[in-house]
């Protein structure tokens, strides 16, 4: 089964869109690189629309590597989309989710894609596993198991 439609609309997590400037020597990191920029194509094409959160403008705005925090900011407003919720039962849901042993940036991205998105893609093992054993209610996938999953070429 694919969420694939004109309106998927798809979370990122920052750990997914800094994947790019990670260590590429690794064959994991790679291939979860090729996969971004699968579903990058993919977000330029129309296929997917890339939610964005206040949380990661605020995370991105931390990064220490000066070249890396300006392009995934660029990135960020120039492909995505900021749809309006509910902010307060947003909160609500990071709280939840940070009772839950989330941390606070992963519970706020977690509660914002819930609010606004089809799917939440991370390269996050452990936010990954805290995602699988709560009741989050999108899909959550690495990406590459999403452009596997969507048949991405």
């Not at 590429?24 to 990058?40: K, P, S, V, W």
Request: proline share 3%; with cysteine.
């Amino acid at each position: 089964m694919t969420v694939a439609n004109a309106q998927t609309r798809i979370y990122l997590d920052v750990c997914t869109l800094c994947r790019p400037y990670d260590d590429q020597h690794l064959m994991r990191i790679r291939l979860e690189t090729d996969a971004f920029y699968l579903i990058l194509q993919h977000i330029q094409n129309g296929r997917y629309t890339m939610i964005v959160s206040p949380v990661h403008f605020r995370e991105v705005a931390a990064i220490v590597e000066p070249r890396e925090r300006a392009e995934v900011t660029a990135f960020l407003h120039r492909y995505g989309t900021n749809p309006s919720c509910d902010l307060r039962a947003v909160r609500k849901r990071a709280d939840a989710l940070h009772a839950r042993r989330f941390g606070v940036a992963d519970a706020a991205h977690v509660a914002f894609a819930e609010a606004t998105a089809d799917a939440f893609i991370t390269c996050d093992d452990r936010l990954f596993r805290q995602c699988r054993r709560t009741s989050v209610s999108l899909r959550v996938m690495s990406p590459i198991d999403f452009c596997l999953a969507e048949d991405l070429r």
